[in-house]
């Protein structure tokens, strides 16, 4: 890898700022169609993301957020970090970057035309190898610590669906334990596992699902909302079995519970996104006797809400664990105090005034509605960015914090 970039490099680089602000997204949407016209780097996608646009779009604010930092490249790092845990999901390799860099500087010359000269092309190049070898460098070091632990592997993996269980009308769980019989590596609570599906349209086709249960080194749970135009989620709903096969890449992702929690914890989901903080909360009751917890969930109604029963169970059990639940939408037969606990909303206020706002660290995962209205509300009532973390479900195609 380049020690550093050249100041010629950078200056041309940061030159294009403009260009990159108003055709950003023609770029990538070109770079994806060059991209594509290869079989076998396009099977490396998950398309879902392709269909509806959020792809090219994050990738466009992700290349102009390069653009513009190009001389201070410490503030990239985390987004650096997201980025190499998706592509060790994906099983994206070292060999697979020529293409990308191929895509990509064709298609700059094809949105800007002219203005895209020699010189300006030869930057990016140089400014793309840069960014690649950082993140090639760093996926080789994600790989070689997974597999330096019982259980970690590389690539795709068979398991076993070893139960499928329905925990409300839209979201069933799937067990699965590994085909060899071998262990599997613990995951941090909070992060995903990549799966390749061979679906009727689209073989081949990937999905990150969060893992929904504690690391215990046997097995992995995802809980899986089906979506009425989610091809993967009404394929695991309506199609798989106990008994069938689904392939994966091992635990990936930056979102996780700290090893060693150094203050009270909350954690805050909307919908199907509670599904990494049953991961935490199952990992806190395990191991962590004396963490003060607080579980926050917002969903619509008692129909769709999965999982309580067993929430309230782990709290009862650890002590120092509390749980509520809100309804925005009860159904005629939910009561507050008895199917859940408060009708409407989760608010900033409601935050303040029950849990310990001051000193907590805040885990979030729910739709981008939810968490850009909670990583701004945090941050407006004072709360500093290093104690808001969060996932985000598919690319990250918002500031979320802006």
Excluded at 322 to 336: H, I, K, M, N, Q
Excluded at 360 to 372: M, R, V
């Amino acid at each position: 890898m380049a020690a550093a970039l050249s100041a010629e490099t950078i200056a041309l680089v940061k030159a294009t700022v403009p260009a990159l602000a108003q055709h950003g997204e023609g770029i990538t949407r070109a770079m994806y169609a060059r991209l594509f016209q290869n079989p076998d780097i396009k099977a490396l996608f998950n398309h879902a993301n392709q269909a509806t646009g959020a792809q090219p779009k994050a990738l466009a604010g992700a290349v102009l957020a390069y653009a513009q930092n190009i001389d201070n490249l410490s503030v990239l790092l985390p987004a650096v970090e997201r980025i190499a845990q998706k592509h060790v999901g994906y099983h994206i390799l070292a060999e697979h970057y020529p293409f990308v860099a191929t895509a990509l500087l064709g298609a700059i010359k094809d949105v800007l035309g002219d203005a895209a000269t020699d010189e300006i092309l030869g930057a990016w190049g140089e400014a793309y190898w840069f960014l690649a070898d950082i993140l090639i460098g760093r996926e080789a070091a994600i790989r070689t610590e997974i597999e330096a632990v019982e259980g970690g592997w590389t690539g795709w993996r068979d398991f076993v669906v070893a139960e499928k269980i329905r925990e409300s009308a839209v979201i069933t769980s799937f067990v699965l334990r590994p085909a060899d019989g071998k262990p599997v590596i613990p995951h941090k609570p909070g992060q995903y596992l990549t799966f390749r599906f061979d679906l009727p349209d689209a073989p081949g086709e990937k999905r990150n699902y969060s893992i929904s249960a504690r690391p215990n080194g046997e097995r992995y749970r995802i809980s899986v909302k089906r979506e009425d135009l989610g091809a993967a989620s009404r394929f695991l709903h309506d199609q798989i079995r106990i008994g069938d096969i689904l392939q994966a890449t091992p635990p990936a992702g930056d979102f996780f519970l700290a090893e060693q929690p150094a203050r009270p914890v909350v954690l805050l989901s909307g919908g199907v996104g509670l599904t990494p903080m049953i991961s935490m909360v199952e990992h806190i009751a395990e191991a962590h006797p004396e963490l003060e917890a607080h579980f926050v969930h917002g969903a619509l109604n008692s129909g769709v809400h999965a999982l309580d029963g067993h929430v309230r169970a782990l709290a009862k059990d650890h002590g120092g664990v509390s749980v509520t639940t809100f309804y925005s939408e009860p159904l005629a037969g939910d009561r507050a105090g008895e199917s859940h606990d408060v009708d409407g909303f989760i608010t900033i206020d409601w935050l303040k005034t029950n849990t310990p706002f001051a000193e907590a660290d805040f885990y979030l995962c729910g739709p981008i509605p939810f968490l850009k209205a909670f990583v701004q509300g945090l941050a407006a009532a004072g709360v500093p960015a290093d104690r808001v973390h969060y996932e985000v479900f598919g690319p990250t195609a918002e500031a979320l914090a802006a």
